[in-house]
């Protein structure tokens, strides 16, 4: 008797919006656009006086309201809330799929983030007021690196390319996860979730001088390039090992239609 072996469906990339292919390189040609202003010396005046307009305006109770609300771009607690929340679905829904989100984010932002903070070696506005205690006109420029790589990491912004690519993944697991639970989600809950941590985060690291305007503006051109990405992956349908049996299942809802 012959044996009948399963179709495997063709995988196919999830449609984002907007659509088409040619608005990530739109972001990666404004990334690299911006890059090649700074390392020509372009826009340091815009970032001066973004800098110095904050500094002029940073009463100390908008400091530490600042303080408190930028944590919520802190790349590594997000990553363990996003990883929680895989795990905790994972075992919910008997399926290692929940824990692929987290898994792909962290690479994808360790390959990328850190390795251009290291190349373009930028100091940031404060390394004028404390250490390395640099001169005003030389926190500016980029490829500093004569500089200990702890006082030149300023670019792009770690912490708003981390809250597009860290929330939109809690944002996609948060949608089966709550439905193990018998509750829905209401989809502008999830644009909350994605758009307000991201826009507060690129408001205050720049507000308290933390990064140069260019930086944050950079760590958003980055992170919406990195979520778009992940975005595209149907989870549910890749194709994973066929030893994990029944763990193999879909369970984040992101089969390609």
Not at 25 to 42: F, N, Q
Not at 228 to 248: I, Q
């Amino acid at each position: 008797m012959r044996k009948t072996q399963a179709v495997r469906r063709k995988v196919q990339l999830r449609p984002v919006r907007p659509a088409g292919w040619w608005w990530d390189a739109l972001l990666v040609a404004a990334l690299v656009g911006l890059t090649a202003a700074l390392a020509a010396d372009r826009l340091f005046g815009v970032d001066r006086a973004v800098a110095d307009w904050a500094e002029a305006h940073r009463p100390t109770a908008a400091y530490w309201v600042a303080f408190v609300f930028n944590h919520l771009g802190q790349g590594s607690p997000l990553t363990l809330i996003a990883l929680g929340m895989g795990v905790l679905l994972a075992v919910r829904v008997r399926s290692v799929r929940p824990v692929l989100p987290p898994v792909l984010a962290f690479v994808l932002t360790y390959l990328t983030i850190g390795p251009l903070k290291v190349w373009t070696a930028r100091p940031a506005p404060s390394a004028s007021v404390q250490e390395p205690f640099l001169p005003t006109e030389a926190t500016l420029p980029l490829f500093q690196h004569d500089l200990p790589v702890r006082f030149a990491q300023s670019y792009p912004s770690g912490h708003v390319a981390n809250a597009i690519v860290w929330y939109g993944v809690i944002a996609l697991l948060l949608v089966p996860l709550l439905a193990t639970f018998g509750r829905a989600v209401p989809p502008s809950l999830v644009a909350v979730v994605r758009a307000v941590p991201p826009v507060v985060v690129l408001c205050t690291t720049t507000y308290l001088g933390w990064h140069w305007l260019t930086d944050s503006i950079a760590g958003l051109l980055l992170g919406l390039f990195l979520d778009r990405l992940l975005r595209r992956v149907p989870w549910d349908d890749v194709p994973l090992p066929g030893r994990l049996g029944a763990w193999n299942r879909p369970a984040l809802f992101t089969s390609a239609p």
